[in-house]
């Protein structure tokens, strides 16, 4: 089974929008096995969507093109598909009475306009999902004697992954006479490469492949960490979260504690989770990262353990944290782990935390050293650690935080046992 | 003068790398009115690269391709070029002795791998901006009778911007007959819509249109506000200069005090530099952003003038900074403008600073509720003002912050009267 992607709108080839419908799609496809060799961006042009299509039909089996179902005179995809399939557009009063019945539970009359989006080529159907005023349209042709099928669905990306992850992907996997129950589970994890894993993982991968129920697949995604996707498949819900289960302890059996959550999961919520259960209170003092550190803690589930954050600029405030501390602090231990150290204990003095963290480093003509040292007070001593990292603002913000974060969730949250 | 842009990369189709290179390459192809009608993805498979370069050329003068230029058997886009032109690749020891330096200069000896990335496509040229170990391409070649040109890119975005930026745009121009000097400049703006500014430009646009020496576009990009990028063209440099310089004062003119900056200017670094040019400090602190105008401020030019930020999420913290503004805040006028004017002047207190900022709102079940107060305390009082903003995270730090920072720039950088 071979799925094209086309993704329509003149604003797509300017640049003016980057288009992340197409990749999401791909992440789809890929999960439950469906091929997609092209993935291909084309203007508001009647011809030139016209000729994109009649190509993705000629090469693959289905084709989801996005965008183009809006109101105006540029939203022309409906009026292309009718063309390629060789129909009418037909109007679909119980799509129009939707719209209608949207603009007027808003209190508004319904512009004229948005009656186009009530047409639908002859002998296409609507999908359930329809968050918008656009419908989404299967609309299946024969292409050479071969049934075929085109999916359209907005660009608007909400109302989109609604209807990719509804109609559409339980619509291909049926064509592609796939009736098994399908489901995912991200295993996330930090500390360890995208080859490194996979070595580790090798074995069980060749076993995986040769027993062909479940899938292991690598997602680096920065900070946020490498994520391993496991994918199974089964005839129904209870099988496949059973074999979930036993795969999730697998991997993490093999990875051990790089593993820091599931799914939802983030290294902030983790933290703070694990802090919560053992009832202790957080403080954090910010140099070189700034207020990143903080920026992610406060909107993470858990965050009231946080009492208060401290982005440690000016030398008054650090001062006043070294003293909290009682230590001094030499101006050529500006940025090591002294300071961190210092920083950490007297912040966790100053809000009356359990924990206290600290980043701290050094920047010349505003480009970070690259030289990162953190801190972790407690009643029971300050450890720290020092990091060489890009010399990058983002990079130094974000591995410093998540590393430090990392090294909570490693001391002070697994020392606590629970 | 037609160009298609081909992203190689199983990776892309995968969904695992969203192709932000295309976006961009379309952005600077259209800023010189060069028309690209198709994007296409394409995996690592030498028939399917082939068939897409096949297919661009037969309907545009020019492609340019990004990715596979690496040193691995999967990277296949300079083998599949030589094989769509007809020719062999051929060893360039220039580009040889380049990479083996590359290699020597951080005292490694250079893999044997590294060597592919020095064959080229008989007949192809390298271009000079050589970042990283992967050499660009420009590859000419006849196709039908026309004279057609592929360049080859890597897929680092950052090595593909400066060859697709220098030899790729310089060369595309040369071959349009455009021998022109175009330029950019980008008026940045906040506080008013695309189509308001769209209303209020509309004379203006139309007489560019009809002189045809500069144009006007508008970029949605937004917490970094509303950009309106003038493109002039013009004999030399001088000319394009002066073009701009009065298209600038024109624009600054219709549009008034809503316009902050030009080119790399952000929010942060005109009110940082704002502050710094009438030698005034600045203090924040931060309950419902949460550390997030923090985190934009300190990686800013001029970030000097920030003496600390407190994220004021526990209620000591809140407690001790009332106090130190001397005003009693009851718990009904948590997250109202009273609790911002005291968490401004509080903060401006406590690190002894010119000027304090505050955001405050509240949130439930870790959503916020969408009405946020800020506040500027400065020697002669405190200036709130009350927003109601989307319930969610990201758009009420964004929004909050930078519409707080504007209007540091509207009051107290304005009053400075430089």
């Known amino acids: ?4 992607v086309v993704a329509v709108g003149t604003e ?31 203007g508001d042009n009647p011809r030139r969507i016209a000729d994109a299509l009649r190509l993705a039909l000629s090469r693959s089996d289905a084709v989801i093109v996005s965008g183009g179902l809006g109101p105006t005179q540029d939203d022309i995809t409906r009026d292309v598909i009718a ?26 009359e319904m512009p004229a306009n948005n009656l186009r989006q009530a047409l639908v080529p002859d002998g296409a159907s609507t999908m359930d999902e329809q968050p918008g005023t656009a419908p989404g349209l299967v609309c299946p042709m024969v292409v050479d004697g071969v049934d075929k099928v085109v999916y359209a669905v907005p660009g608007v990306p909400m109302e989109m992954r609604q209807m990719v992850g509804g109609t559409v992907m339980t619509d291909l996997r049926r064509r592609a006479g796939d009736d098994a129950t399908i489901a ?42 490498l994520k391993v996707r496991i994918t199974a498949k089964g005839p129904d819900q209870a099988s496949v979260s059973r074999l979930l289960d036993a795969e999730e302890a697998e991997v993490r059996a093999a990875l051990g504690d790089i593993v820091f959550g599931v799914d939802d999961d983030t290294m902030e919520s983790v ?7 053992s009832g202790q209170t957080l403080a954090v003092a910010e140099t070189i990262s700034g207020g990143y550190m903080a920026s992610r803690l406060t909107p993470a589930p858990g965050s009231h353990v946080l009492l208060g954050a401290v982005v440690a600029t000016g030398d008054a405030v650090r001062q006043r944290l070294y003293r909290l501390a009682e230590v001094e602090v030499a101006d050529s231990d500006r940025g090591s782990v002294a300071e961190a150290a210092a920083l950490a204990e007297g912040v966790r003095q100053m809000f009356d935390a359990d924990v206290g963290l600290a980043t701290a480093g050094l920047s010349d003509t505003r480009r970070p050293s690259g030289e990162v040292a953190v801190a972790i007070a407690t009643s029971s001593g300050v450890d720290t650690v020092e990091w060489r990292l890009p010399r990058d ?3 130094v913000r974000q591995f410093s935080c998540i590393g430090l974060l990392d090294r909570v969730r490693r001391t002070v949250i697994a020392a606590d046992g629970r």
């Open 271 to 277: 933290v703070l989770a694990g802090l919560a259960r």
């Open 12 to 42: 797509l080839l300017l640049g003016q929008i980057v288009d992340t419908n197409s990749s999401w799609i791909g992440e789809q496809l890929a999960a439950v096995g469906i091929d997609s060799h092209f993935q291909t961006k084309v």
């Open 393 to 395: 603002h983002d990079r």
């Open 1 to 4: 089974m071979k799925c094209e």
């Open 184 to 225: 995912s589970r991200v295993i996330r994890t930090w500390g360890n490469s995208e080859s490194g894993l996979a070595e580790v993982l090798a074995d069980h991968i060749d076993r995986l492949d040769s027993e062909g129920h479940a899938t292991l697949a690598f997602l680096a995604s920065g900070v946020e960490g």
């Open 83 to 108: 063309e390629v399939m060789g129909v009418e557009l037909v109007h679909d009063e119980m799509v129009a009475a939707k719209i209608r019945e949207m603009f007027s539970s808003r209190g508004r």
